[in-house]
C-alpha cells in the first residue's frame, strides 16, 4: 500500500483589492503557519487556483471585475470540493449568506477579531484534511474491493507484481502481451485498481470482437445521424471512461484504418465521433493487450510501427502457465476456495494423483483453462477431487505413462532452469529466484546427491 500523505500542504489563498488589507491578512496567517498566496482581483486568483493546490480560499465579496461570488462560482466549477471563505462588511451579510447557499464554506464579517479570522481558516483547512483522508480511505477501500488477485508466488509471477507497482503511478500507456488465457486483463485491472485512477471507470473493448464501423463508433462515438440508426450522440470509450483506464484487447486485430485513427488518439488526446469534425478531448489511461508478437507483425506489415512504438511505451509480458507450474497448487486452492463460497457448500480436498496429473499437463488454454478444469472437476467431485474428476485429456496422459509431476520435481526443474539461464552464475540465479545464496547451494546440492544415487542404482 502507499504511504498515506497525512496533512495537506496549508496553503491559503487571500484575494483583497486593498493592499493594506491584504498584506496585515497575509502577516496573520503566516504568524498561524500557513503558507499564503495573494492576488488583488477575481482573475488572478483563479490562474493561482488552477496552478498552486491551494487549501482555502478567502476573498472578498466586493472587487471590480469579477466579484466573491462570481470568484466563488468559479473556482467550485474548477473543483468542487474547493473551501471558499467570504469576507464582506457588516451591512452586507445577507450577500455572504447567499454565497453560503451556492457552497461558500463560512463567511467573516469586516471588521474582523484577528483570532477569529485565523480560526475560521484554521477549521476551514482541518476540514480539507478530513475530506482528503476519507477520499482517501474510499480509494484505498475500492482497491480492496475491486482489485482483482494476481494467485501466485513464482518469481516470474513476483516480477508482474514488481512491475505493476511501478507502472501503476505513472500515466504511460502500456503493452501486454501474451498467450490467451494467461490473464492479461487481470494485469490490466490491477495496474489500474493500483493507481490514482481507482475511483474512476475501467472500462475493456475486445478489438478483435467488433467489425471496423461497430469498433470505430464504439471507441470514438458518433453524432446523432452520423449513420442509420445512430438515433442519439454516442461519446465512445474513450470519452466515457473520463479519468480512468481502457483497456484494448486484442489490439493485434485492429484495420489499418483504425490504427490510424488510434494513433492519432494517442498523440493528440483526443477523438473525433463519427459523423463530426470537431475534436474531443479525453483523459483516460490506454493499456493496449494482444496473444500476437506485434513486432512480427510490423516486420509482416500487418502493424503500423508508429502505432507499435506509441502504445510500447511500457511492456509487460505474462507467463505462460507452463511456464510456472509451481503455481498451480496456489491457484487450484484459490479456485476450489472461490468455488466452494459461490456454491455455499464446504471446500474440497484434491488427491496428490490428481494434482500430479494437474502438473504434467501442458495447459495450451493457460490459466482460462485451469480454471475451467477445477470447476468441472469440482462439480463432479463429492468430497475429494481425483483423477477421474479431470477431463480424460488430462487425467490419461498420465495414465499413458507421462512422468508425474510432484511440486518438488517442478521446483527443481524451474531452478535449473534459471541457473542456466544466466550461464550458471549461483548469485544471479539465487537473486532472480528470490532466496538465499545458501538455500541454492543446498538445493544443488541435494540434485546431485539424486543423480549420483541414481547412476548407483542404474
Known amino acids: 500500500m502507499k504511504r498515506r500523505q497525512t496533512t495537506t500542504k496549508k496553503r491559503v489563498l487571500v484575494v483583497e483589492d486593498e493592499e493594506l488589507m491584504r498584506s496585515i491578512i497575509r502577516k496573520l496567517l503566516e504568524e498561524a503557519g500557513f503558507q499564503v498566496f495573494t492576488a488583488s482581483s477575481g482573475e488572478a486568483a483563479l490562474s493561482i487556483v488552477s496552478e498552486s493546490g491551494i487549501s482555502v480560499t478567502l476573498t472578498d465579496i466586493k472587487m471590480p471585475g469579477i466579484d466573491g461570488i462570481e470568484l466563488l462560482d468559479q473556482i467550485k466549477s474548477i473543483d468542487e470540493s474547493a473551501l471558499v471563505i467570504i469576507m464582506t462588511a457588516f451591512s452586507s451579510v445577507d450577500s455572504a449568506i447567499a454565497a453560503l447557499r451556492k457552497g461558500a464554506y463560512d463567511y467573516v464579517t469586516k471588521p474582523f477579531v484577528n483570532e477569529d479570522l485565523v480560526k475560521t481558516v484554521t477549521n476551514a483547512h482541518r476540514h480539507r484534511e478530513l475530506f482528503n483522508e476519507n477520499r482517501f480511505l474510499q480509494r484505498e477501500l475500492n482497491r480492496r474491493v ?33 498467450e490467451s488465457g494467461t490473464g492479461k486483463e487481470l494485469v490490466a485491472k490491477a495496474i489500474h485498481f493500483g493507481s490514482d485512477r ?26 446523432k445521424g452520423a449513420f442509420t440508426g445512430a438515433t442519439t450522440d454516442k461519446p465512445g470509450l474513450f470519452r466515457s471512461t473520463e479519468g480512468g483506464t ?90 476450489i476456495t472461490k468455488l466452494a463460497r459461490t456454491y455455499n457448500v464446504p471446500t474440497k480436498a484434491v488427491e496428490p494423483s490428481a494434482m500430479n496429473a494437474l502438473l504434467a499437463y501442458d495447459w495450451p488454454g493457460n490459466i482460462r483453462e485451469l480454471e475451467n478444469t477445477i470447476e468441472r472437476a469440482f462439480v463432479l467431485s463429492d468430497d475429494l477431487i481425483t ?72
Open 246 to 335: 481502457l483497456l484494448l484487447d486484442e489490439i493485434g486485430e485492429t484495420s489499418p484504418a483504425i490504427q490510424v485513427r488510434l494513433l492519432r488518439a494517442l498523440q493528440e488526446r483526443e477523438v473525433i465521433p463519427v459523423g463530426s469534425s470537431l475534436p474531443q478531448r479525453f483523459d483516460a489511461r490506454i493499456i493496449a493487450a494482444t496473444n500476437r508478437n506485434l513486432e512480427n507483425e510490423v516486420a509482416e506489415g500487418r502493424f503500423r510501427e508508429d502505432l507499435f512504438y506509441r502504445l510500447n511505451i511500457v511492456e509487460v509480458a505474462v507467463p505462460t502457465l507452463r511456464d510456472r507450474l509451481e503455481d498451480i497448487p496456489e491457484l487450484v486452492e484459490h479456485f
Open 387 to 458: 483423477p477421474d474428476s479431470l477431463p480424460p485429456k488430462i487425467h490419461s496422459g498420465a495414465d499413458r505413462g507421462w512422468p508425474e509431476r510432484s511440486l518438488e520435481s517442478v521446483e527443481r526443474r524451474h531452478i535449473l532452469d534459471v541457473l542456466g539461464s544466466v550461464g550458471g552464475d549461483k548469485v544471479e540465479a539465487a537473486r532472480v529466484l528470490a532466496i538465499d545464496l545458501s538455500t541454492l547451494y543446498r538445493k544443488l546440492k541435494k540434485y546431485e546427491q539424486e543423480e549420483v544415487s541414481s547412476r548407483v542404482l542404474i
Open 198 to 223: 481507482a475511483d474512476r471507470p475501467f472500462l475493456a473493448v475486445n478489438c478483435g470482437a467488433l467489425s471496423e464501423a461497430l469498433l470505430e463508433s464504439e471507441l470514438f462515438g458518433h453524432v
Open 146 to 178: 475491486a482489485a482483482p488477485e494476481m494467485i501466485g508466488s513464482s518469481p516470474l509471477i513476483q516480477r508482474i507484481h514488481v512491475t505493476i507497482g511501478k507502472v501503476a503511478q505513472s500515466n504511460a500507456t502500456i503493452l501486454i502481451e501474451g
